[in-house]
């Protein structure tokens, strides 16, 4: 039997049988099966994350209780909410051995339809969010991810991204019901006043603002999220845009931000290579059984079979017909006179027949497909430093990321995604995790990646938890002053350090000293 | 000699001469008059809230070094940026006593004209930004709430709001500097990360997201503020609508709210009765002599004179010409055959001459204005509950408060404030301070107002010094347990109580049970 670290296995077996009395022994899991099921399976080595055991509560009273427990027994717990963090962790736990709490059995849905938001528990992810609107004719639409899989929450808490103008998915919770360490149920915002009928209307409440505390963080069980939903909008127009060579990266980013910045474009447009696109539809077998670096004859066969350029962007305008129109008018006109390769139209007017794609808030999972790239049991994991929206900027980490992954053997697999003011450089390492030399080659190319983002100031805004210490270690100011913050709270609210060690690089106090 | 409590004279003597070591004799302000001065003017009994002394550092190591010794001598401190934060306390401490710790003196700007970002320390007013952006000849706009004398990095802490597509303050906040009440220095976000360049650029950084745990809160000192500017539109298009009988506010609501939950209109539109109008522009003995409630007459002209709506709205479209006419189009239609007093255009495209507007980023003080409506020293207390965005629900709130407005003998001023999904009822509560028996009136008065709220599941999002516990309390999902959190990090960071105790209702361990 494994254990967490300092936990005897008779300890262990005296949690589970209470976790078991408070939650019933059907919902605790503790074989092998059920510890390598809850496993990272992305991983490079599964082996280093594997729970001891989970625990599936289907209610808040049940999770305040296994909290209590965990307290007595001094058992840390690992929330995940649906546990589809692919390519960051799956549902594995930071520490070896600790106890997943798996809240993917509370599936409430609340939503008010007038205000467009919703209330949800962990465990609705976004093909269930997606069922109930359809179900009740809600002219709702969902912002999702490239995996829709996963927990609605879950997705917001750890940041997840979106397609459309709702993309930003932490950025639309309104209010928070959490569990905190010590098990007391706190609601955030005007969740804080009883029976208020604000609590997902207005975000700030009165006093601190505690919704973006509880994201990538481990603070508390988050056991309801308050999230925006966008009103169906009259008409969804834009076009993808597609470039020929890899230095076109630099003026596209400079023709787009000004649009992006100045809020004719609401979504967040995402310039990727041909890979990305690729990687979903075919696999690297299919064009070259040699292992060294893709020739450029292999890199032109993919792209003039799928007819795809070296970057593609797809940008899209949500709202009146006329007004979208225009937008997209608007954004021609800044292409005019310069190289693209093509313009693919995409137009959705009310009325047509659903467009069906994530632009439109329709749950997708194609884009996992792209773990099947090198063949084998196929994995990636998420290298995505943030840096200014420039084009010159962009362009010189295109160049040193892109040499970085020829040298460690690695197909180039990249995105930059348009914020208002930021690019977030999206890479995917694709991995076979049946290839033994090349899993040896991942974590010195991920350091060297992580390293060279450090230098140029740049920090990851989101990671696997194989490197959460090593990127929260980048973020060095004042010697680690807002790691040093983090811990305070963390102190203060887990004094027993039971809820999700070693989170973001936030570990508890009795853990500290031995981890750094 | 004021003291705080349980600070001996003796003792806050050597406090002050400790802090005159540290930032020079000539930056401690301890006369009676220094008192008055750094007092609440609009407060009802500015005797409750007058401080012992105040500070002013320049730089953040004063700062550190204020804050060590407030532990050393277990001082208490009251920070402020401008003072000016009118209606809700001014300068003036929660705490009788407090020490004020006057931050004006900092007036650092650091703009990124082309992210559209700044940099201010907290003595930076608007006035001084706008002279900045101009002088510089930056396409940049600010956006300013009605007192722009006020500082641009303590409105936007305090939640302050303004005009533009920018105007909810707090939300555009992008990365902070502060000083710990232990005397640390901490960057939040990607200013986490030493020298980076995205400080102001991206706002989650890795973990938990500090930024609006520092509004409205006593956790921190603020010393810098990244802050996003809104890039110069092309083109200002909208109108000014009024609306003769106070019933209109129910369907102008529920005609607007759509195509603000939409994102048609970007800015939070305010629709004021005619004394929010009038107040700027004349007094009421201009008018009456009558001390009891306003006739219908008087009203009536009043209106006339000034040619007003009892109701009326500000709606504006900035960004492209064309789109900004097309939304202005889709407006309008929405108000086809509906009981439209008056449409008066509002227009303004580059190259105009300036428009010199609150809605263009102008700074304006003329709202203050309406503190001399009733003669005398005026002065106003803010009351400001939340409520969902509903015309039958704004209806309910405006003749429920406008009851006790007559009931408690003042005039009605208020106005509704339309954000995405909430609707903000902003009353500013006027009155004269030379009228003893009035004054007499304001605490039963805002009590009631404040019961009220709570009856109906309304929390005010701001409220005055006077009234912080009050409205905290109101806010009592399980208990107070958001109380409790905020009660419990309060302890965590600040363990000697010395940073701005009773701020939004939070008090430090050592004055909570008296206070209770």
């Not at 979106?162 to 609601?187: F, K, M, N």
């Not at 400079?254 to 290579?273: A, C, F, K, V």
């Not at 200014?388 to 690695?410: C, H, N, S, V, W």
Request: hydrophobic letters at 40%; one cysteine or more; a neutral charge.
């Amino acid at each position: 039997m494994m254990t967490p670290p300092e936990i005897s296995t008779a300890q262990l077996a005296a949690a589970l049988k209470a976790f078991a009395g408070a939650i019933g022994a059907a919902n605790v899991f503790s074989t092998d099966e059920d510890r390598t099921d809850y496993g990272d399976h992305f991983a490079a080595d599964e082996s280093r994350h594997l729970p001891s055991a989970a625990l599936a509560p289907k209610t808040v009273q049940e999770v305040q209780a296994i909290v209590r427990i965990a307290n007595q027994y001094k058992v840390p717990l690992w929330p995940i909410s649906r546990g589809k963090n692919f390519g960051y962790g799956g549902s594995a736990p930071v520490l070896k051995g600790s106890v997943v709490l798996d809240l993917s059995r509370m599936k409430a849905i609340e939503v008010d339809p007038d205000n467009g938001t919703v209330l949800v528990e962990p465990g609705v992810g976004f093909f269930d969010l997606h069922d109930y609107l359809q179900r009740h004719k809600l002219p709702l639409w969902l912002s999702v991810p490239g995996n829709s899989w996963g927990s609605v929450a879950g997705n917001a808490l750890d940041r997840g991204v979106g397609y459309t103008p709702y993309g930003d998915h932490s950025a639309q919770i309104c209010g928070l019901e959490v569990v905190l360490p010590t098990g007391e149920i706190v609601r955030t915002g005007m969740g804080a006043m009883q029976g208020s009928p604000n609590w997902q209307l207005y975000r700030n409440g009165f006093g601190p603002g505690w919704d973006q505390m509880f994201c990538q963080s481990n603070f508390g069980i988050v056991t309801k999220l308050g999230l925006w939903l966008m009103p169906e909008p009259e008409a969804v127009i834009g076009a993808d845009f597609e470039f020929d060579k890899p230095e076109d990266l630099g003026w596209v980013i400079d023709t787009i931000m000004p649009l992006r910045r100045e809020g004719l474009i609401r979504q967040s447009p995402s310039l990727g290579n041909w890979l990305r696109s690729a990687a979903v539809m075919t696999t690297r077998d299919q064009w070259t059984q040699d292992k060294g670096p893709l020739g450029e004859d292999v890199v032109n066969a993919i792209r003039k079979r799928f007819n795809i350029g070296w970057w593609s962007v797809q940008i899209r305008f949500y709202g009146p017909l006329e007004i979208a129109e225009a937008s997209l008018d608007r954004l021609k006109h800044a292409f005019n006179g310069k190289p693209v390769l093509a313009i693919k139209p995409a137009r959705w007017v009310k009325g047509d027949p659903p467009e069906g794609s994530p632009f439109s808030g329709v749950p997708v999972s194609f884009p996992l497909a792209n773990a099947n790239w090198y063949g084998g049991r196929g994995g990636h994991i998420g290298y995505s430093p943030v840096l200014p929206p420039k084009g010159d900027l962009a362009m010189d980490q295109f160049k040193r990321t892109y040499e970085l992954y020829r040298q460690y053997g690695i197909d180039y697999h990249a995105s930059f995604a348009m914020g208002e003011r930021s690019l977030t450089n999206v890479n995917q390492v694709l991995f076979d995790k049946d290839n033994p030399e090349m899993m040896k080659r991942v974590d010195g190319f991920f350091h060297a990646l992580v390293g060279d983002a450090r230098a140029h100031g740049y920090g990851e805004y989101r990671t696997h938890i194989d490197y959460m210490d090593l990127v929260a270690s980048t973020y060095d100011f004042g010697d680690g002053a807002l790691r040093r913050l983090n811990e305070r709270v963390k102190d203060a609210l887990d004094p027993n350090g039971i809820l999700a060690p070693g989170k973001s690089g936030i570990w508890p106090g009795r853990q500290r000293e031995t981890k750094k």
